[in-house]
């Protein structure tokens, strides 16, 4: 594939995926540090801005050897042209069954305009195309409808739940799985 191929799957209509820059270290710390976001992203403890820092300066972004991908999305158009709204990653990254998992953050005041749905397609298709994965998966809460909502619309299917799995204030909850497998009807 010419680089202008490449280009193109990580920039769509109105957003475009990049890697991570030193000037994002104060939006990530802000992300990483939100509380309400925690317990989706498995996190139990804070990030320092040092730790942040140390993330972005040192990662080479090959995920043969992080085991993991992080894409800023950023807006293309508009009064906001170039703000950075929110990430998506790739985490688990496993290069023997060629499969990872997928998460994604947009910033609260950019969420229900698509560009959720519009970065999830964009990384479907360069984790297919560009890294060659057999399939990607995620895991949501039974509470989180528009998650999973998003997930299904761009082709995820359920492949299970985890019973009584998520502790959310001392209530249990469900947490599904689903995955994606490659094809070419697949491909966004």
């Known amino acids: 594939m010419t680089q202008d191929t490449n280009k193109d799957i990580l920039s769509g209509e109105t957003i475009a995926l990049r890697a991570p820059e030193p000037a994002d270290i104060d939006l990530l710390y802000h992300w990483e540090n939100d509380t309400r976001i925690w317990r989706v992203s498995n996190t139990l403890t804070p990030y320092s801005r040092f730790q942040i820092e140390e993330y972005i300066m040192n990662t080479r972004q090959d995920i043969y050897a992080a085991r993991q991908l ?3 999305i950023d807006l293309k158009n508009g009064l906001r042209n170039g703000a950075t709204i929110g990430a998506i990653d790739l985490f688990d990254f496993d290069p023997v069954h060629l499969r990872a998992g997928v998460g994604i953050l947009i910033q609260e005041e950019y969420r229900g305009n698509g560009y959720a749905r519009e970065a999830l397609g964009m990384l479907i298709r360069y984790a297919f195309t560009m ?14 409808v528009s998650s999973r909502a998003l ?3 761009v082709g995820f299917v359920t492949c299970g739940v985890k ?3 998520l502790n959310e204030g001392g209530t249990w909850q469900n947490e599904w799985m689903f995955q994606l ?8």
């Open 181 to 188: 497998i490659s094809s070419d009807d697949q491909l966004l």
């Open 70 to 72: 992080r894409l800023m």
């Open 163 to 165: 019973k009584a799995w």
């Open 131 to 144: 890294l060659r994965l057999h399939q990607l998966y995620c895991n949501i809460a039974e509470s989180n």
């Open 151 to 153: 997930f299904e619309g």
